[in-house]
């Protein structure tokens, strides 16, 4: 699939506690223009990687071990982050509510709905 233009060079941080989830999100979005510049297997992970790394779009999955991505949107959106949030589920988004926006996330993908294009859309 050919990738929009602005979409290259867009750094994007991978948070899933799943790694078979990760290595296929990586070669998914890469193959469509993003440069993928970090993968985090947990919250307190994430919270530094976001920190370190300054990404421009961080793919965080609600379900992580030690908090949920609801927290670690927040937190990160409260310490002044410019990263763009999308958070990621097998879950329907519908199943969180308001609870995605609340969070300062800019939105929601299923992750068998998962497309450069898809999450293009979200952090235009």
Do not use: Y
Request: some cysteine; charged content about 25%; overall charge negative.
């Amino acid at each position: 699939m050919p990738c929009n233009d602005w979409i290259v060079g867009i750094t994007l941080l991978i948070v899933d506690d799943h790694p078979s989830f990760r290595a296929s999100a990586r070669e998914l979005l890469e193959a469509e223009g993003f440069d993928v510049i970090g993968e985090a297997k947990d919250g307190a992970s994430a919270l530094a990687a976001i920190h370190d790394l300054h990404p421009d779009v961080v793919l965080l999955d609600v379900q992580l071990p030690d908090m949920n991505g609801f927290e670690v949107a927040t937190k990160a959106t409260s310490n002044g982050t410019r990263s763009q949030i999308v958070l990621v589920s097998s879950r329907d988004g519908s199943d969180f509510g308001p609870m995605v926006l609340e969070s300062g996330a800019r939105g929601f993908i299923p992750k068998g709905e998962l497309s450069g294009a898809r999450l293009a859309a979200l952090v235009e």
